[in-house]
């Protein structure tokens, strides 16, 4: 009788839903896939172009990056998962005057699924923690101030 070795089957993974509300994350699957809802406690900003290429030299610069999506286009885009909005109605307003779209109470965003174009450029397990709004709100003001300094060197 020949000897048998005993196979290992890897435990399955959660359902991609699962796993976000395990985050504590409130999620929605739709016909198209997963929907990430926003809340007072989770929001998402969307950064497009230079900022955006700034906002993530910064972030990981500061070790502060957190989940980052990636959205295709001919231009970069970019929507970084952040804490704390309900506390941060200033640092909200500073980002939309910079040209971000900030995506709070109830807003959807899609999360990658099969067949959708939206990828994780830094995925959630990746990440150590999602930053507080105020830290991407000084990310983008580092951004622009690096971006002026940059201009005025060429002007010259």
């Known amino acids: 009788m020949p000897a048998t070795v005993p196979m290992l089957v890897p435990a399955s993974l959660p359902h991609p839903a699962e796993d ?13 896939g997963i929907d990430l809802i926003t809340d007072n406690r989770l929001a998402a900003v969307e950064l497009t172009g230079a900022t955006a290429a700034g906002v993530r030299r910064y972030l990981r610069a500061n070790n502060l990056s957190g989940p980052v999506l990636e959205l295709p286009g001919p231009q970069r885009r970019e929507i970084h998962l952040v804490l704390g909005v309900a506390k941060a109605a200033r640092a909200v ?6 040209g971000a779209v900030v995506h709070t109470d109830g807003a959807a965003i899609p999360l990658p699924s099969p067949g959708r174009a939206i990828a994780w450029n830094i995925a959630p397990h990746e990440a150590r923690w999602v930053p507080p709004l105020v830290a991407l709100s000084a990310a983008v003001r580092a951004a622009a101030v690096r971006d002026r300094a940059q201009l005025r060197t060429v002007a010259c």
């Open 20 to 32: 976000y509300r395990r985050r504590g994350w409130t999620v929605t699957e739709t016909a198209d």
């Open 93 to 98: 307003e500073m980002l939309r005057a910079a």
